[in-house]
């Protein structure tokens, strides 16, 4: 069986909670874009990073081989603004440009530091991801310490992975005070936990700010001062970090509906539009649809050409049952963003639901189009599946529950689809080579 590790940004504690993945397109496109110019700096292609986040309230990130960076929910609710992100998301590529994951696994698997709880954690993230790579990875990031050699190793590391993070900000034309600030919650959150060089696996967060202020020298970070080379405000258009404020909003009204209705209103670092979209989200995820439906429109008639409003109301209506109505904000969406894949999945869902030949057929378009940026992509598979069996092509939907499967991490479910998938398909034909390939792929990750 393949072997890989993942890198992390820190690790503080391990979450008890069931690991889980959001995938939204507002989210994923903003952080790409705060990536984009970090990624031109580290030269790294931006189109082959993927962009994973974890519904966890851990202040994490980590990164594993094949440029995929694994985001936790909690580090983009507790960062300050989008500037502490990319000072984050500048280190993470510091260990890919570094290749660190060759290095420290090496080192761990002299070590034979996986634990039992960094596997739980691993299966979760390869069965959502449809990446075994990522099972070990994690392993990695539960470790404890097994030797000095490593953790000094990995302090190493991760120092070097601080230094080219710097690096990039400054290439890319980013502020380092972002990453001052994060590092310095951390500090104020490890008053909690004992301190000690030898026993962590990443440099120690006061020294970690001492580098970085170091590399800040030329800058005014102070609580007082402005925090330079921020992204311009353009008065038509919300800035970068008003886009963050929306989608921590937005985190919060989806994990925490309750909390939201209680306390939002008094939250001071969201203005009103920010707090009534979280509040939007809320009330639909608490079955108001009524309160959620007057809120988004409010915010749709501010900003009609913001793609992610509608598509918020188009899912508030789809799982509320109102189908035609779904259907035609999620045409407005799609209209916006053309080329999104998950909003082409999103709105390929509808379209089944309609059930009708004409919106199956639009249904399975809009999926195979989808498919090309989200081959690994379990709720496009399922979906497949489904279309496929509607449209009485039985083969195609086996072979598309055999993927979806294998995704999952059921290989032997994704086998017994492959094996009822053999006795439809035609020999020879583009899909048998795909189902063979598939098959083979399974059988050589059992080794």
Not at 39 to 68: E, H, M, R, S, Y
Not at 135 to 141: D, E, L, T, V
Request: hydrophobic letters at 40%; one cysteine or more; charged letters at 25%.
């Amino acid at each position: 069986m393949k072997k890989f590790l993942l890198l992390l940004f820190f690790l503080l504690s391990i979450s008890s909670n069931t690991l889980g993945f959001i995938r939204d397109s507002e989210i994923e496109n903003l952080i790409k874009d705060i990536i984009a110019p970090i990624a031109n700096a580290a030269n790294q292609d931006k189109k082959k990073l993927k962009i994973f986040i974890i519904d966890d309230k851990q202040l994490n990130a980590f990164v594993t081989p094949g440029q995929k960076i694994f985001i936790f929910s909690g580090l983009i609710l507790n960062s300050k603004n989008s500037n502490a992100l990319e000072g984050v998301i500048a280190h993470e590529l510091g260990h890919i440009t570094g290749r660190h994951h060759i290095k420290i696994y090496q080192q761990l698997e002299r070590s034979r530091a996986i634990t039992l709880a960094g596997l739980i954690l691993g299966t979760a993230v390869s069965a959502i991801t449809g990446d075994p790579n990522a099972a070990a990875a994690i392993a990695g990031g539960a470790l404890s310490t097994s030797g000095r050699s490593l953790l000094n190793f990995s302090r190493v590391q991760e120092g070097s992975a601080d230094q080219a993070g710097y690096s990039f900000l400054k290439k890319s034309g980013k502020s380092l005070c972002g990453i001052i600030s994060f590092l310095e919650l951390l500090e104020d959150m490890q008053i909690y936990y004992q301190e000690n060089a030898y026993t962590q696996s990443h440099p120690l967060t006061r020294e970690r700010i001492r580098d970085a202020k170091n590399a800040a020298k030329n800058e005014n970070c102070t609580s007082n001062g402005e925090i330079k080379k921020l992204n311009e405000i353009i008065p038509t258009e919300l800035t970068t970090n008003e886009k963050y404020k929306f989608i921590q909003a937005k985190l919060i009204g989806f994990t925490d509906p309750e909390n939201t209705l209680n306390s939002i209103k008094n939250n001071s670092k969201f203005n009103d539009d920010q707090k009534n979209y979280a509040l939007a989200i809320a009330n639909y995820k608490l079955f108001n649809l009524k309160k959620g439906n007057e809120l988004i429109n409010k915010l749709i008639k501010k900003y009609p050409s913001n793609p992610y409003f509608y598509e918020l109301k188009a899912q508030m209506l789809r799982e509320n049952g109102f189908l035609k109505e779904s259907l035609n904000k999620y045409l407005i969406v799609n209209k916006l963003l053309p080329n999104d894949p998950l909003v082409q999945i999103e709105l390929a869902h509808t379209l089944l639901n309609l059930d009708s030949k004409d919106t199956l057929d639009k249904a399975i378009e809009k999926l195979l189009e989808a498919q090309k940026k989200e081959l690994e992509n379990n709720k496009l598979w399922y979906l497949l599946s489904v279309a496929y069996g509607r449209n009485s092509e039985i083969g195609k939907s086996k072979y598309a529950s055999a993927y979806s499967s294998y995704l999952k991490g059921d290989d032997a479910m994704a086998l017994s689809f492959i094996e009822r998938a053999k006795k439809i398909i035609k020999k020879n034909s583009a899909t048998w080579t795909k189902l063979i390939n598939l098959e083979n792929k399974i059988n050589l990750e059992k080794k």
